[in-house]
């Protein structure tokens, strides 16, 4: 052996071993004889780290955390299987890739268009996932790669796709209006879990609507208020008992409002002056009463924080509308008392907005709505039961079929399920799956997972010099792009790159013509032209500006242009719509893209959605914009067949929740129970098709504690309503790495810390022990830079150790002879054995790992080996044999122990003693 131990070869050398081993695989674990065909299986699932960037110390222990279980299983001779993946992580992602772009381009995601926004952040995406990779196998993961997963690939799609449809079908999942959390900043809702609090200092006003106003109401936004339809009170409260049931006409601030006096047992007494101004549209709480009482909801605040009441405060920001308000309200003398008050307010965990809460039409799923489970599950739930998802969500812990530990997480998650409100699932953002809904573009009917047969994208030419200068660009010019327009054409082009494009019909207007050529060389689709599609003809004010038509005129807003010369929008509209009803019929299903000009194609897309011309506005069409039409079956409401799909995606912890099941080949390769699937798995046979039936439910999942809610509980939702089955038996729930002080990790404090710096200074065997030595489960992992030294230097030990052990080797093959002399060491190592493995057992790995360490270190090396020293030096061959003999069995037994923790020392060291044997497949 070298002197010296070389971490950094070491380490890159055997887990490339590993994996041309192929032995991360259970299937080749069974092919090549280390593994029996019908041993017991265990199986993990990786919580997939997002591709947002690079791995921390928080994945590298809880990579390590799972890599000791999932190898100390597999040396115990078990189907062992840990499946990788990476996570879209939606709403992290785009902000990280908008964040760039308007740094880099000064433009936003509509700028670009979503086609071409998606693009860019599929690349980002897919260079961090595989940075990401690279990382986990540099801390020793031993994850079988064949079958990684990412929860936006077309399996995961397919997941997603079929559970909401089967969700939707049973009456799970709704689309409806309710207040939720809203995100000014990410412009899209989020939900609870993804909410942080941040506690700040704010004034708390008590003051009335009115002098005349018989109570006064306590509150720290008076913002809000000029959208109060009600002011609740305890129903026992004396004071307030003879207004319960009447109602008053304000005037506060200037804005009318009707209040309703209503009695509510949630109300607190004790609280300010014990009432409560009721805004149904801006709070949960409110909301929730307000459906109770039936109150009016009246939206005041918009998307963007600013209010949207007429008059003075008609657009402002929150902030200042509260300024103005709490000015009138002094002015008044309406303000009884003001304070000051410490309020959590709540913010958006990804982009730091301060959430607003909104009413808005989102999909949900029904967590109270009752249904009959389709299964008999969780020890008490038959099959046809009527239950909810909240009950089986309860009972899938009480029954004891998951065990969440340490046991105080389980109390957490009940007293979390009896307050779970419908889970928003939809999000207004462009990464990540689409709601699998389509909507008639000519009645509006919802239609659930449609067939979509082929695609129309409806392409308005790009930018011209007259665009720029508003001058009236009818059929009579032939005005080419401009260099703005040619690059919006590039553009759309490589955003249609994707979608299979089979022609091009465009306008022979030279604009549109060449705006159709950029498209047709981007997506290598032929190209025909059609003089039908040919832009209004405006008649003599043909090329003239806005300044000059309205001079000439009086107004811009000429109809109709037929006085002019020009056509009729009646005529313009038959002639597009036939034409484009021909082409319909000629290349059915084709992906045809049609590029044409503002005004016809605003007319047909008007026909498509059921809006005959009638003089009102019409749709506009930005320049270079793609409008997608998708075409299914006709439409069981009225017929007709063009659809637009749901804009919104799934909050990223939907597909996260079918994790542990979607990559085990659901639904493609589902339980026949489940319906008819391309295959039904068989339990016992080898292949990723058959992982269902071999390995789900998971044996082990190992995430953190604050994803409980996030994650954890969604899993169970998830597995329990569409399989029937807990996603996992056991969740061992991880604390958070802090620094040496306790403080989370973070840019602003300037102690981050890069786990791969680290692998290099001092390897991954260092950093793994360091992470898990005196850290019990659930508790937070104190990280100090000196603990990696100090396991730096066991490394070192250990290999100090064996080579001493080496230098020692008899020559020959000399056996010992047989003696008790050393039966109290194997008895010992026995004993430590028995201890380590039920310190493993009990994921108690900071005990096993520490065991092991003063084991090596001061019972081994510095007490045996010394002992040993003097008969190795000047004994007789017998006993120096038996000496070895003795050093050699302790060393091996010590490395099969240390492998799970120490996974690239060990190997080295057994592969040294033991040349072609692996000892990651040794028997424990």
Partial sequence: MDPRYNIKEVEARIYEAWEKSGLFNPDVCVEKGFTRKDAEPFSVVLPPPNVTGTLHLGHAYEDTFQDIIVRFERMRGKRT???????????????KVEK?????????????????????VNAFAKES????????????????????????????????????????????????SRVVNWDPKGQTVISDDEVTHEERTAKMYTFRY?????????TTRPETKVGDTAVAVHPSDERYKKFVGREFDVTFVGVPLHIKIIADESVEKDFGTGALGVTPAHSMADWEMAQKHKLPLVQVIDEYARMTIEGTLNGKKTLEARELIVAQLKEQGLIEKEE??????????????????????????????????????????????????????????????????????????LRWIENLRDWCISRQIWFGHRIPVWYCMSCGEPHVDMNIKSKWFLVRHGETDWNKEGRAQGSRSDTPLNDTGRTQAKEAGKALKNEKIDLVISSPQLRAKETAEIIARETGAEIMFDETLREMDYGDIEGKSIEEITKEHGTFLIRPYKKLGGESFEEVEKRVKTALHAHRKAYEGKNVVITGHGVALALFLNHVNGKPFDGSPLPRIDNAKVVTLEI???????????????PDTFDTWFSSAMWTFSTLGWPSFAKASEGKPSHTPKKGELGPENDMANYHPTSFMGPGYEILYLWVARMILMSGCLLGETPFHTVALHGIVRDAKGQKFSKSLGNGVDPLVLAEQYGADAIRMALIVG??????????????????????????????????????????PKTDRNHHHITK???????????????????????????VWHTFADKIIEAEKERLKNGTDDEKAESYALLEHLLLESLKMLHPFMPFVTEEIYQIFKPGVMLMVEKW
């Fill in 632 to 646: 299914g079956n006709p439409c069981a409401k009225c017929g007709a067949d063009m659809y637009e799909e749901d």
């Fill in 340 to 413: 000051e008050a410490t309020q959590n307010v709540s913010v958006s965990e990804r982009t730091g907005g301060v959430i607003e809460p909104l009413p808005k039409l989102q999909w949900f799923v029904a967590v109270d709505k009752i249904f009959k489970s389709q299964f008999s599950i969780f020890n008490g739930i038959k099959k046809g039961q009527a239950v909810t998802l909240k009950e089986l969500m309860k009972k899938a812990v009480t029954s004891g079929s998951v065990k969440i530990l340490p046991e105080r997480f389980e109390k957490s998650y």
């Fill in 775 to 816: 850290t019990a489960l659930g508790n937070d992992v104190k990280f100090d830079e000196q603990k990696v030294k100090g396991y730096r230097n066991f490394s070192t030990k250990i290999w100090n150790v064996a080579r001493f052990v080496e230098m020692n080797k008899p020559a020959g093959d000399r056996r010992p």
């Fill in 81 to 95: 299987l840990w499946v990788p993946g990476t996570d879209h992580a939606a709403i992290a992602t785009q902000a």
């Fill in 210 to 218: 009115e002098k005349d106003f018989p109570i006064a109401i306590s």
């Fill in 829 to 855: 190592l026995e004993t430590l054995k028995h201890e380590v493995t039920t310190y493993i057992e009990h994921i108690e790995f900071h005990l096993a790992a520490e065991k092991l360490y003063h084991y």
């Fill in 129 to 176: 996932r595989d940075t990401i990779v690279r990382q986990i196998r540099r801390m020793g993961a031993s994850l079988d790669w064949s079958r990684e997963a990412y929860t936006l690939d077309d399996e995961r799609n397919l997941a997603v796709r079929t559970a909401f449809k089967e969700m939707y079908d049973l009456g799970l999942i709704y689309r409806g």
């Fill in 100 to 120: 760039e772009l308007l740094k880099t381009e000064k433009k936003n995601r509509h700028d670009l268009g979503r086609e071409e926004f998606l693009r860019r």
